[in-house]
């Protein structure tokens, strides 16, 4: 079975440019969840989605949004970048059978550089 | 919210020894993950352990709910188990939405 997805695997930006990250959960997996993990730090919680509906927000600017298609992928976007939104942006899927996070299942994440 | 806390932050091993990492955490939990994170960023499930012991082949995990720690054993540690360990719990003001990660141990296997 297919694990979690995440594309682009790297991607460069400018300061200022939007970016736009995605995601497809393990077959079955109804609940996404985003996550940033900046060097030498533990990941950091963004978005959770279950159902198409958002769960939880991290403690992130409104510069950053998220969604979630009727088959359960997910968008993470993100406006106006700045030098500090360079890091690993970690997708992470559950069967989300309570609603909340359950055991998450983590993609390879999408490298953002920000110049 | 809940704070969790990883100990030591660095171990150097010589291939063969046996290791314990720790975790503690500053609330009741819903839910406790450990997992490793390779060199190339991924990070891989260990064990889904909220409370109880679970063994998976070289690796062991005990959380004790009631005290509010977790401990990772490895045993006959080998040159691929080297990275980063996590602990990710959930619970407090994020129950139902969040994991909430520690900073992790840094572990390096040495032949």
């Known amino acids: 079975d297919a694990g979690v997805t995440q594309s682009p695997t790297h991607l460069i930006k400018t300061r200022g440019q939007q970016v736009t990250l995605r995601c497809s959960p393990i077959s079955g997996h109804k609940s996404v969840s985003w996550y940033q993990q900046v060097l030498g730090q533990g990941p950091q919680f963004i978005f959770q989605?279950?159902?198409?509906?958002?769960?939880g927000r991290g403690n992130f600017p409104d510069r950053f949004s998220a969604r979630q298609f009727p088959n359960y992928s997910s968008e993470l976007n993100v406006n106006a970048l700045l030098l500090g939104d360079s890091a690993l942006y970690l997708c992470?899927?559950?069967?989300?059978?309570?609603?909340?996070?359950?055991?998450?299942?983590f993609g390879e994440g999408s490298r953002l550089t920000v110049l | 919210g809940i704070q969790v806390e990883q100990s030591p932050p660095d171990l150097i091993l010589q291939e063969g020894a046996n290791s314990t990492l720790r975790c503690n955490f500053s609330?009741?939990?819903?839910?406790l993950q450990w997992f490793h994170q390779n060199p190339w960023g991924q990070l891989i499930n260990l064990f889904y352990?909220?409370?109880g012991t679970k063994q998976n082949g070289r690796l062991s995990a005990t959380t004790v709910a009631t005290e509010r720690y977790s401990l990772l054993y490895i045993s006959s540690s080998q040159t691929t188990d080297s990275g980063v360990y996590f602990c990710?719990?959930?619970?407090?003001?994020?129950?139902?939405?969040?994991?909430?990660f520690g900073k992790g141990t840094t572990l390096s296997v040495s032949s």
């Open positions: 989605y279950y159902e198409k509906e958002e769960r």
């Open positions: 992470a899927s559950s069967p989300g059978l309570a609603g909340g996070p359950g055991e998450l299942f």
């Open positions: 990710a719990v959930e619970g407090g003001d994020q129950a139902g939405t969040a994991l909430i």
């Open positions: 609330d009741s939990v819903n839910n």
């Open positions: 352990i909220p409370s």
